[in-house]
């Protein structure tokens, strides 16, 4: 006899069997939300997700679980109240037509939800969403629609004829709304850029006179020149991943971030853990470090001055991390005494330490760039100008993991140590010569 798993049931039976403590209803809302999120994001099919495929332009991914009528119904919710309209529409229709193939499944005993128990939520969902459509348009920092309403009478409106969705736009100032679906659109794997902007990029092997490469000269290659983005491939090699994984995982920490008030919290701007690693884990530590230095031409050393610690971050399931800059605003860390040796960070080396399944590309929504991770290759980026301020267009984000999981480690490198390394700049005359670009190589 077939009986439908339900997938959070399930996942609670799972704990269970393992010996661990039952997730707490929080556990149980924020997942119900993480999954309502990946669906969005990556426009899932829900066809497709109800039978536990999780597949996506760039992966096949299959999961052993199927979800129910009763889990399509409370995703539905879920998703009206994250704001997500048009998706609550998706997961409540999805529970209805689940709920008509349990009816009829004669081997289930008692199918999980009724079509009369789910109408009702999918009729209100439908009037809402015509509601704020109609008041607010298509979408908004909190919610989102379709273009058009479900009403067939309405969506023959004339207004409702030129009312379009965002359609991604790359190298022009974004409201916060427009770059969260830039990321999304990246994180699909939607091509941004165009080819004129791509042409002059190059891939290349970049030999040092002292080269402590692994492979004796370093790959790298070039994402965007303004802000300069690259790819070095093959960086790390297995053992020396394997190393740092093993050295953070216990110690990781859920990541936090600062909030408006200045304390630390825990939010889903950043949904990972992180450890930090430094010399006293082994030599091993300072090799990576003065192999990043020869590959930069940046001086990393003395380290937590010139450069800091490793932060070593882990993504599980719909980990993800919003747009942000890495370099830091505001001036409350001026009033730190090593902060003020360091200055800020003037460039980001990240490596990927594992391949992740499905999802977890890192993206610049503003300049329309995607980096699929990829273990063992490292990207480098300058965070700020040659006058020291922070570039605004080096935004970026860690898409959601859809499948498996994460690791990374970033080496923050700060500005003041470099001044023998990077010889003095004149004042820049307009943005485009303020940039960096190949002072490095
Ligand atoms: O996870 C990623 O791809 C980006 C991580 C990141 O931006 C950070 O740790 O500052
Ligand atoms: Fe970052």
């Known amino acids: 006899m077939v009986y439908y798993l339900h997938f959070l049931s399930d996942l609670a039976g799972e704990i269970i069997k393992k010996g661990e403590k039952l997730p707490s209803f929080e556990d149980f809302i924020g997942g119900s939300m993480a999954l309502v999120g990946l669906q969005d994001t990556y426009a ?33 919710k879920a998703a009206f109240n994250k704001g997500l309209y048009d998706r609550a529409v998706g ?3 999805m529970a209805l037509s689940r709920a008509k193939e349990e009816y009829e499944d004669e081997t289930l005993l008692i199918p999980t939800a009724t079509k009369e128990e789910i109408l009702p939520f999918l009729e ?15 979408y908004g920092e909190t919610w989102q629609t379709f273009e058009k309403p479900i009403n067939g009478k309405l969506a023959k409106m004339r207004k409702y004829q030129k009312i379009k969705r965002y359609q991604p736009k790359i190298m022009v100032p974004l409201t916060p709304v427009e770059e969260n679906e830039n ?24 030999r040092r006179p002292n080269s402590v490469s692994i492979l004796k000269a370093y790959k790298v290659e070039e994402m965007s020149l303004d802000p300069y983005i690259a790819i070095y491939h093959d960086f790390m090699s297995e053992y020396e991943m394997g190393y740092f994984k093993e050295h953070s995982t216990s110690r990781l920490k859920r990541s936090l971030h600062q909030g408006r008030d200045g304390r630390y919290i825990a939010t889903d701007i950043r949904t990972s853990k992180q450890a930090w690693l430094n010399k006293d884990d082994g030599p091993l530590i300072d090799k990576i470090s003065a192999r990043i230095g020869d590959a930069t ?25 919003s747009p942000h800059t890495d370099y830091i605003t505001g001036d409350d860390h001026l009033h730190n005494p ?6 800020n960070r003037i460039a980001t080396f990240m490596v990927y330490l594992e391949d992740v399944p499905a999802g977890g590309s890192t993206v610049f929504p503003l300049i329309g760039v995607q980096v699929k991770p990829r273990k063992g290759a490292a990207v480098f980026w300058w965070n700020l100008r040659t006058d ?35 010889p003095c700049v004149k004042e820049p005359d307009n943005e485009r010569t303020a940039s960096f670009q190949t002072l490095a190589y």
């Open 91 to 93: 997961w409540l229709e």
């Open 297 to 321: 031409g940046l001086e990393v050393f003395p380290e937590n001055e010139a450069s800091e610690i490793y932060q070593v971050a882990n993504y599980g399931m719909a980990g993800r991390y």
């Open 338 to 343: 090593l902060e003020l040796v360091r200055g």
């Open 388 to 422: 020291g301020r922070g570039d605004p267009w080096t935004r970026h984000a860690g898409c959601s993991v859809l499948y498996g999981n994460k690791w990374i480690t970033n080496k923050w490198i700060r500005y003041h140590h470099q001044f023998r390394r990077i």
């Open 183 to 206: 990321f999304k659109a990246l994180c699909r794997g939607e091509n941004l850029r165009s080819p004129k902007l791509d042409a002059p990029l190059r891939c290349r092997y970049l």
């Open 124 to 138: 209100t969902t439908r009037r809402v969403h015509d509601e704020v459509l109609e008041k607010r348009g298509p």
């Open 44 to 76: 899932l099919n829900l066809s497709e997700i109800i039978h536990g495929d999780l597949s996506t332009e760039n992966a096949v991914q299959k999961s052993p679980y199927e979800l129910s009528a009763r889990d399509c119904l409370f995703l539905g």
